[in-house]
């Protein structure tokens, strides 16, 4: 149900964030309701995070970077992974 009503969005900005000397900002695909649903520790806290995404996003804490390991033949467009 959640990945037939959740709506991907685009260009969230993480206040107090940048990168490059601009505003830093997260795309929210429409693979995240499935992540979520198929994590073995699911909890109804964790369900309840999905409506309001965007704005747990936009509030986010900064804790680290990570290398980006491109597994398979496709090029993708990303640099590294951040995490919140």
């Known amino acids: 149900m959640y990945e037939q ?3 991907k969005k685009t260009g969230v900005p993480v ?3 940048t990168f490059n000397g601009k505003q830093y900002f997260v ?3 429409n ?3 499935g992540k979520v649903i198929s994590d ?3 909890s109804a ?3 309840a995070l999905l409506d309001i995404l965007p704005e747990v996003v ?3 804490q900064y ?5 980006f390991i491109s597994k398979g033949g496709k090029e993708k467009p990303v640099v590294r992974y951040d995490l919140f």
């Open 27 to 29: 795309d929210i695909g």
């Open 15 to 17: 206040d107090g964030m």
């Open 40 to 42: 073995p520790n699911l």
């Open 5 to 7: 009503v959740f709506k």
């Open 63 to 67: 804790v680290g970077s990570g290398a």
């Open 45 to 47: 806290e964790k369900l």
């Open 58 to 60: 936009q509030n986010a």
């Open 31 to 33: 693979q995240v309701p």
